[in-house]
């Protein structure tokens, strides 16, 4: 049924490989038998990796990634060895004051997570029910003995995209923009000549409507890139030529599609309508109003703890630097700096900042797996509460920020591991909004 299958193929695809190549290689596929079984090994955006056991024990590794419209992007088989379960930890240190039943229950999910043996610390903190309370595990270095605090620095990837977001509020707030503006009037002029550039809003690069893809075409192209710190030589000039000759497969507004590439242009815009950097205006805006001294792009190793990062294998990898994306997930943070920012969302609006937060809440778009989009929040609902949420992920670090203004409650999440939060950090939230009074 290779013909059938290839229908299920995106226009992308059909054009690298034909029909007949795509034929040829499923024939070779079949002759190992059928699947007998499959095993989700990691899940990201639109791209899935599994494992594929067959007939005599035989495995392979399928890597699979959708487009916007759930057509294949890429299709990748390749033999591998079932990878052997490595045994959980038998002890992993830990500061934590379990009183509640909430305390246990977090307790008892972060184990789960920090246990394994590619996971090497977890900061959480949460407001709930009034009170601010922490939760600590595992190492900030593998082997130093060391736990985290409120004040330890971790990359907080994507969830950058949350400020990025407030950052736009406040200029549109201020009458400065308009979110249905075009963003050509505010690049170069080869840039803003390109008609599909013109139809671009700043509402469709918040909430990822641009028909921007998640990464620039380019970005393996420019000088000394380095794959383990894939957007560090990405720099303007290479975002705009990229830019120059982009040209769109979607309708802007039409489509969810999440996009890195769309912050990155996001935030270098605001720097240069506001004639400051990225770093001086989130300084200015967000970071100085609300005390979060150690929230940077350029951590000072004299003045703040940074944590070491690690991949799915536990291998110690680099710490990520940017450019021209900064604005799409260059940050590092801390539980008690992202603290500050999510429980001043609880906040009637009173003051330029609370606005700008309250404005980046409200609904923009459907995407297509039932979750609301506000400029970068993510919006769900648990039993008629709704709440906000991103995540963040690097090649070394997983974060998650959860709230829910009607209940006053928020959750982070912190690790310097590549393995994912996300499933635990939701099930904690969902527990508290379970548990409010």
Known sequence: MGDSIYTLASEKFKTAVSKAQFEF????????????????????????????????????????????????????????????????????????????????????????????????????????????????????EKGNKQLPTEDTQYEIGSITKVFTAVLLADLVNKGTIQLDDSIAKYLPDSVAANPDIQKITFKSLANHTSGLPRLPGNLEQVKDFNPNDPYATYNTAALYAFLKDYKATEEVGQEYEYSNLGFGLLGEILASISKKTYAQLLQQTLLTPLQMVNTTDKPDPKKQQMVKVYNKNGEEVAVWNFQSMLAAGGIKSTVKDLMLFAVEQFKMPENELQNAMALTRLFTFATPDFTDIGLAWHMNMMDGLIYFHHTGGTGGSSSFIGLSPDTKTALVVLSNAETSVNNISVTILEKLLSNVE
């Open 25 to 140: 290689a499923l024939n070779n596929l079949y002759k190992l038998g059928q699947i007998k079984n499959t095993e989700t090994l990691d899940f990201k955006g639109r791209t899935g990796i599994y494992l594929l056991t067959l007939e005599d024990n035989a495995y392979v590794e399928a890597h699979l990634t959708l487009d916007s419209t759930y057509h294949f992007d890429s299709l990748l088989f390749r033999p591998t060895e079932k990878p052997l379960p490595k045994p959980d930890k038998e002890e992993v240190i830990s500061e934590v004051t379990k009183v509640s039943p909430i305390d246990f229950f977090i307790d008892s999910v972060a184990n789960s997570y920090v246990r394994k043996q590619n996971a090497q610390s977890l900061a959480i903190g949460i407001f709930h029910q009034n009170g601010y309370k922490t939760y600590f595990y595992g190492e900030t």
